[in-house]
């Protein structure tokens, strides 16, 4: 309506006046509303074709588009485990932060084995004391070991001395004896060596093991009762959350609530443009954005980054081919935006739906560029100025939003 008032200014106006007050022919006389296709037929056809080329020129390079949010990310409370609800400690809408105890399941079975754990480890302690005493045993085994050989060497000696010096004392039988005497206590030293080595190896080597063995399995039992513990993950609010003791949650059937992250969503948003505006809209561009939530207010913006996909043409790994005639309506541009200044969308809700305008500036290059034609010059000017038109555009609607949303939409 506004292109069409300002076109009719320069088209429709001068014609009229021409035929009025050149030719003068007089409203109601000549110019009736019988007539007023004739009369002013150049106008008219100038108008509608001028406006068409404005609000094309005005669309093309000052995109504008309704579907704009700021989106965010939810964090479900979910438990690792299932089991029933021991104790509650927020409430619904209470703010968090992260590492505050949400809630906490009974975890019989964990604490069980816990214990059980705790219990294999006093066991394996005990096993070291008494290996301790095993070697205490094994060196005194190997000492009396010892001296007994020693007894029986001595004994061998003494009666193999008395041999040689011709003593009809000694008889071949005794020193035959001494002998294999000796011989079987040698074989009793080394078998207390073994012993003690075999005690050592367990020492060093089997009761280590078990120990962490055991201290495995212990935190591996902490572990699983840690997880009866659910805690926030980040800095949030807590949302749709009603448990209470004796609840049952699971990891899969029913999950505890919703944890919103504070920062998610706040400070950026997310508009779809049409595909005509691939090559118009880049980052640095200045937008503006009006939303329900906040209405008569008028927020800066700027693009900061410019998706480089359509959503429509993702493929999914299926086992039917992808019929091209099944193809849904094109999809948007994925633009992200963010206040020009700092603080100037923090009253906006996450997942406040808002109407937005980017606008195409040429300043910069009639400033600086001299190889800009005359008419590229005055086109650029053209461009720049109806952007105006569209600002006032978005203005009217935001004034009434108000009225068409509680007014004529019934509510």
Not at 267 to 284: D, E, L, Y
Not at 404 to 411: A, F, I, R, Y
Request: charged share 20%; net charge negative.
């Amino acid at each position: 309506m506004i292109e069409t008032l300002l076109c009719a200014l320069v088209t429709i106006l001068p014609d009229f006046l021409f035929r009025r007050f050149v030719q003068g022919k007089r409203v109601g006389q000549e110019l009736t509303l019988f007539s007023i296709w004739y009369e002013l037929r150049w106008g008219l056809t100038a108008c509608v074709m001028l406006t068409l080329m404005v609000l094309t020129t005005l669309f093309y390079f000052h995109p504008a588009t309704n579907t704009v949010a700021s989106y965010f990310r939810t964090v479900t409370i979910l438990p690792q485990v299932g089991g029933r609800v021991a104790e509650v400690y927020v409430v619904n809408n209470q703010e968090v932060k992260a590492g505050d105890p949400i809630l906490r399941l009974e975890g019989l079975s964990q604490k069980a084995a816990l214990e059980s754990a705790r219990a294999a480890i006093a066991q394996v302690e005990a096993s070291r004391k008494l290996a301790d005493t095993d070697l205490a045993q094994a060196d005194a085994g190997i000492a009396q070991a010892q001296a007994a050989l020693a007894q029986a060497r001595d004994d061998l000696e003494r009666n193999q001395t008395l041999r040689d010096q011709g003593s009809s004392a000694v008889r071949p039988a005794e020193i035959e004896r001494l002998e294999n005497l000796v011989d079987q206590r040698a074989a009793s030293v080394e078998a207390a060596q073994a012993q003690k080595a075999a005690v050592e190896q367990q020492i060093e080597v089997l009761i280590p093991a078990q120990m962490a063995s055991a201290e495995a399995q212990l935190q591996l039992a902490q572990a699983e009762l840690d997880k009866t513990l659910i805690s926030a993950g980040v800095d949030g609010r807590v949302e749709q959350f009603a448990l209470q003791p004796g609840d049952y949650v699971s990891p899969v059937l029913r999950p505890a609530g919703i944890l919103v992250p504070l920062a998610s969503g706040r400070n950026r948003f997310q508009a779809g443009f049409n595909q005509m505006s691939a090559q118009v809209i880049k980052p640095g561009m200045i937008g503006e954005i009006g939303c329900m939530t906040k209405p008569f207010t008028v927020i800066p913006m700027v693009v900061v980054e410019v998706q480089d996909v359509i959503a429509t043409g993702q493929l999914r790994p299926t086992d039917e081919l992808r019929d091209l005639s099944n193809m849904r309506a094109p999809g948007t541009i994925t633009v992200f935006m963010e206040p020009l200044y700092e603080g100037t969308a923090e009253a906006l809700p996450p997942g406040s739906n808002c109407l937005a305008n980017v606008y195409t500036s040429n300043h910069e290059r009639l400033e600086h560029d001299d190889s800009i034609g005359t008419a590229e010059w005055a086109f650029l000017h053209v461009v720049d100025t109806i952007g105006v038109v569209h600002a006032a555009g978005l203005r009217l609607r935001l004034l009434l939003m108000p009225v068409q949303t509680l007014v004529l939409s019934g509510h």
